[in-house]
């Protein structure tokens, strides 16, 4: 292999395995951004570009372009969406929230500084007001002129009031009243500033500003049988302070992880709902080709767990509170494979 006039030796390959041409780029001229949100593992996401890297007051804003996700937002080296599938997880976090109440309103969005999560919202005609909070005004304009697709020109949208204030001291401060709320912030429980948002105290607080019958979502970190216990924590948490509070996933594609999403109230039970219903709702309220992944049947879907994922939400653990640190509780012990008999074996002997 030649690269800018220099002979290169490629490693020999395993029999079968062969190397493809990537013309698209010089490999002289590749970047990479990495996602390191995990402790353990480093993702790197190969580029065309930087489009740009902001150091706010807040977080550093990355936006580049990925050769296999499009563009894509990192927070603090996290990815947060990627063009290529941001509208899997917006449909995702916004609509079976918003198909369940009958008639939403007014709408509170914490977080979301894509603009996204408010497209979504804006779709549905019911809507008169949609207060997005977002902590980091920079950010947002960093979006806003560069993730066009993302949010479409929601923000301008006359219907819109944008608020750049800590999510947690808006709650608290604000007087108004929501049928939705949606909180899209990032996903870390580390003990870390955006923790504020998912205890149990900010979610009392929080509960004295939506209407009877409202609705709340949150993003729900990542969620499945091996990587739970930061959700199953906001669930319990979640359940100091609503009756009803119901755990739902999808695989993400640029998240490299099934993701998780936690609907909450007093009185919406998604195993009630109907596909066909749901369907119904869509067309009426959004038309017929606003969604791209999302119908009855898909969200219906999303709800049902495995058998190892519902156990793992029914273990006891901690409740997010403000004045103790997150701890994540001892996993549980496992049977030794070394020593297992399965029972067809046993019976037989």
């Known amino acids: 292999m030649n690269v800018r006039g220099q002979a290169v030796l490629l490693p020999e390959l395993r029999t079968g395995a062969f190397y493809v041409a990537d013309d698209a780029t010089p490999i002289g001229e590749m970047c990479f951004c990495e996602d390191t949100s995990d402790r353990f593992d480093i993702f790197g996401f190969r580029c ?57 309103r007014d709408v509170l969005i914490i977080g979301g500084g894509e603009g996204a999560t408010l497209r979504e919202v804006l779709a549905h005609r019911s809507v008169r007001r949609a207060v997005m909070v977002d902590i980091d005004e920079v950010c947002v304009q960093l979006c806003k002129q560069y993730l066009g697709s993302w949010h479409q020109g929601a923000m301008e949208d006359s219907r819109v009031r944008m608020v750049f204030e800590d999510g947690r001291t808006f709650v608290e401060q604000d007087s108004g009243f929501y049928d939705v709320v949606i909180i899209d912030v990032v996903d870390h429980l580390e003990n870390g500033p955006a923790q504020r948002i998912y205890t149990q105290e900010f ?8 209407r009877p019958g409202g609705v709340v979502v949150a993003q729900g970190m990542e969620f499945s049988h091996v990587d739970h216990a930061q959700h199953a924590a906001l669930v319990r948490t979640l359940r100091t302070a609503f009756q009803e509070v119901h755990s739902y996933q999808s695989l993400i594609p640029s998240f490299l992880a099934s993701w998780g999403f936690v609907l909450a109230s007093d009185h919406v039970r998604p195993y009630e709902w109907s596909a066909a ?63 297992a008999v399965f029972p067809a074996r046993s019976a037989v002997g």
Request: with cysteine; aromatic share 8%; charged share 20%.
């Open 203 to 210: 979610y009392h607080c929080l509960r004295k500003r939506i």
């Open 48 to 104: 065309k570009a930087i489009v740009c890297s902001v150091q706010t007051d807040f977080q550093n804003v990355l936006i580049a372009d990925t050769m296999s996700f499009g563009r894509a937002l990192l927070l603090d080296g996290v990815l947060q969406s990627s063009e290529f599938d941001e509208s899997l997880y917006h449909e995702l976090l916004v609509q079976p929230a918003m198909l369940s109440h009958p008639n939403p």
């Open 277 to 339: 219903t749901l369907d119904a709702n869509i067309v009426y309220r959004l038309g017929n080709s606003c969604l791209q992944h999302v119908d009855g049947s898909f969200i219906k879907s999303r709800f049902e767990l495995c058998l190892a994922t519902r156990k793992m939400l029914s273990m006891p653990g901690p409740v997010l509170d403000d004045s103790l640190s997150f701890v994540k509780p001892l996993e549980p012990e496992f049977v030794d494979d070394s020593v």
